[in-house]
């Protein structure tokens, strides 16, 4: 038996026990005549004593060649502490020890195990088996099991069945593109693996599994973004017989169940908002409620002036910063250049000071008189005290950078509170998005999303108004899942791949598995999928998500840890029939 208790087990109670401990050892304190040692496992810290009088000389001896993260078994006496450590749950014992054996030696560790590191990034992921010792990874990887345990209840507990689907597949289109793997047995020919089991879980509602969900790994191969990862992790979730309302309110209910079983959190208020409010109101599909600074369109009572920089865009808008009107003229400039940097684009930005004494102060006072600038506050909510900012142009990028600037504000003043918790739907996404790129119309949410069917009238004329019956769940400004309710019949699919610009050749070739399969009976049916790595990084209070995957890839898709990926050697390639022309 290696243990009989574990290293955070043992309390003032358990004095005069005899036990048995194993672990690392976290740190020694050699004082000569007594050595104290630090032993630490997954569930705590326990501290030894090794004392001249007490402790056979022989292990006294033995103790003393103890090293950092060695791994070790002692047997001994729950004993008093005599200066006790009230910071940790068992600070008022120690063992005096009289037997010790090394299980395991281990040479200096490259990366100090404590709470607190300095170490980088890139040394902790190339030893994170090291990491994960320390307690903030450990605790955020049993945080991510909670989680997880926490949505099977839930789901189970609604009659949700999870069912496993395959990982070598052919290619789902969802927006990214695919990593392959090259099949041995089948020369020249290819598997995918799944951006997401979207259509294995609509055949599994032809299936009749009524109620199916997966906690799933994802693999999608875009260039990566800050916290993104190639592969990722999904609560995928499919249901038959529902409509989108049924959908939102069974995970409307998942929400508050986590919220109120792992954070203690009741939400009130769980707001719907359509795409076109959110875009409108907040310039942005995910937007944070947690704060105002909601959008106000200026057009109408800004475009009559001289000023033709507004006069001839598309789109004035603008925002009230609580309390903005003291800012100095130095940091109104500061705000100036943030705007204009390359990552949000704008080209400059008007601001008006509304001043306490209710008079206003623009840096358009040339072509605004007081009463102008009084309607642009009433238009964006501004109060005495408060910074108008104004942006103008293009509509989808104007709004795209006062959003950008929005949550740059609301951090600085602090008003993301990482322990509240806003969300919300957001419905009525469109249905096709315009790809500058290919200069045609893509799936927005993918091409298995219904229309409205009130909208599909206006696939031919005015096919980017067209509205699915689509919704995202956002939370705190991320949207933490998204879906929708699917096209069930063979003629609907058939008319949304012409759309998308496949070929009934190219269809058949791709998803004929899927409309054969709309031929025996498809129901009606509908579904979600949440990030559960993002999921669980809110739900922990953090931003990045990495912290909550055990071995989590960098920015540029490597593992460093495993060094993969990595070249394979000739007979591989050869027995795959890959040449390599490199
Ligand atoms: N498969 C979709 C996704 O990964 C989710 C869904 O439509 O259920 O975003």
């Known amino acids: 038996?290696?243990?009989?208790?574990?290293?955070?087990?043992?309390?003032?109670?358990?004095?005069?026990?005899?036990?048995?401990?194993?672990?690392?050892?976290?740190?020694?304190?050699?004082?000569?005549?007594?050595?104290?040692?630090?032993?630490?496992?997954?569930?705590?810290?326990?501290?030894?004593?090794?004392?001249?009088?007490?402790?056979?000389?022989?292990?006294?001896?033995?103790?003393?060649?103890?090293?950092?993260?060695?791994?070790?078994?002692?047997?001994?006496?729950?004993?008093?502490?005599?200066?006790?450590?009230?910071?940790?749950?068992?600070?008022?014992?120690?063992?005096?020890?009289?037997?010790?054996?090394?299980?395991?030696?281990?040479?200096?560790?490259?990366?100090?195990?404590?709470?607190?590191?300095?170490?980088?990034?890139?040394?902790?992921?190339?030893?994170?088996?090291?990491?994960?010792?320390?307690?903030?990874?450990?605790?955020?990887?049993?945080?991510?099991?909670?989680?997880?345990?926490?949505?099977?209840?839930?789901?189970?507990?609604?009659?949700?069945?999870?069912?496993?689907?395959?990982?070598?597949?052919?290619?789902?289109?969802?927006?990214?593109?695919?990593?392959?793997?090259?099949?041995?047995?089948?020369?020249?020919?290819?598997?995918?693996?799944?951006?997401?089991?979207?259509?294995?879980?609509?055949?599994?509602?032809?299936?009749?599994?009524?109620?199916?969900?997966?906690?799933?790994?994802?693999?999608?191969?875009?260039?990566?973004?800050?916290?993104?990862?190639?592969?990722?992790?999904?609560?995928?979730?499919?249901?038959?017989?529902v409509e989108q309302e049924d959908i939102l309110n069974i995970f409307e209910g998942l929400t508050r169940y986590l919220l109120s079983e792992i954070k203690g959190v009741k939400i009130g208020d769980f707001p719907r908002m359509t795409y076109e409010d959110a875009m409108r109101t907040y310039g942005n599909d995910k937007p944070d409620i947690r704060f105002g600074m909601k959008f106000g369109e200026l057009n109408d009572i800004a475009q009559h002036k001289e000023f033709n920089v507004f006069n001839t865009a598309e789109l004035v808008v603008g925002i009230a910063v609580p309390g903005g009107a003291s800012y100095t003229r130095k940091e109104i400039d500061k705000l100036i250049d943030w705007v204009k940097r390359p990552q949000v684009g704008a080209l400059g930005m008007v601001y008006v000071k509304c001043n306490e004494d209710g008079t206003y102060k623009s840096s358009v006072d040339k072509f605004y008189d007081q009463d102008d600038l009084a309607k642009w506050a009433e238009a964006t909510g501004a109060k005495a005290g408060d910074l108008i900012c104004v942006l103008s142009g293009p509509t989808n990028?104007?709004?795209?950078q006062l959003s950008a600037l929005r949550m740059e504000l609301a951090e600085r003043l602090g008003l993301r509170n990482p322990e509240e918790f806003a969300p919300l739907w957001v419905v009525d996404f469109p249905l096709l998005e315009w790809d500058e790129e290919t200069e045609r119309y893509h799936a927005m949410h993918h091409p298995f999303t219904s229309p409205k069917p009130e909208d599909i009238a206006l696939l031919d004329t005015k096919p980017g108004d067209v509205r699915a019956n689509a919704y995202d769940l956002v939370l705190n400004g991320n949207e933490i899942g998204g879906g929708s309710i699917r096209i069930h019949d063979k003629e609907t699919q058939a008319l949304m791949f012409d759309h998308l610009g496949f070929t009934p050749e190219e269809a058949k070739a791709q998803f004929g598995f899927l409309m054969d399969a709309f031929q025996y009976g498809a129901p009606p049916h509908g579904g979600i999928a949440f990030g559960f790595d993002r999921l669980v990084a809110i739900l922990g209070g953090q931003e990045t998500i990495r912290d909550f995957i055990a071995f989590p890839k960098n920015n540029s898709g490597r593992d460093i840890m495993i060094d993969a990926p990595s070249n394979i050697d000739s007979e591989q390639l050869k027995e795959l029939n890959i040449k390599l022309d490199l």
């Open 397 to 400: 990028k104007v709004r795209a």
């Open 1 to 241: 038996m290696y243990r009989s208790h574990s290293c955070g087990e043992l309390r003032a109670s358990d004095i005069k026990k005899e036990v048995t401990l194993s672990g690392w050892v976290q740190k020694t304190r050699d004082k000569g005549f007594m050595i104290w040692v630090d032993l630490r496992d997954r569930y705590g810290i326990t501290q030894l004593i090794f004392d001249e009088e007490r402790t056979p000389a022989l292990v006294v001896k033995k103790a003393k060649t103890l090293g950092r993260e060695f791994v070790i078994q002692v047997k001994g006496t729950v004993i008093e502490r005599e200066s006790k450590n009230q910071n940790i749950p068992t600070g008022e014992i120690e063992i005096l020890v009289n037997e010790l054996t090394v299980l395991n030696e281990s040479i200096v560790p490259p990366i100090i195990i404590e709470d607190q590191t300095d170490d980088g990034e890139d040394i902790r992921m190339k030893y994170r088996y090291l990491d994960i010792r320390r307690n903030p990874v450990k605790n955020s990887l049993i945080f991510r099991h909670q989680v997880g345990m926490q949505v099977r209840n839930y789901l189970s507990n609604e009659g949700f069945i999870e069912v496993e689907t395959p990982y070598l597949i052919k290619s789902t289109p969802e927006g990214a593109r695919d990593f392959i793997v090259p099949s041995r047995m089948n020369e020249g020919q290819f598997y995918a693996l799944p951006q997401s089991p979207q259509t294995f879980k609509q055949l599994l509602m032809v299936g009749g599994m009524d109620k199916y969900f997966q906690i799933v790994k994802c693999f999608r191969d875009e260039d990566l973004r800050a916290d993104r990862q190639p592969e990722f992790t999904q609560i995928d979730c499919e249901m038959a017989f």
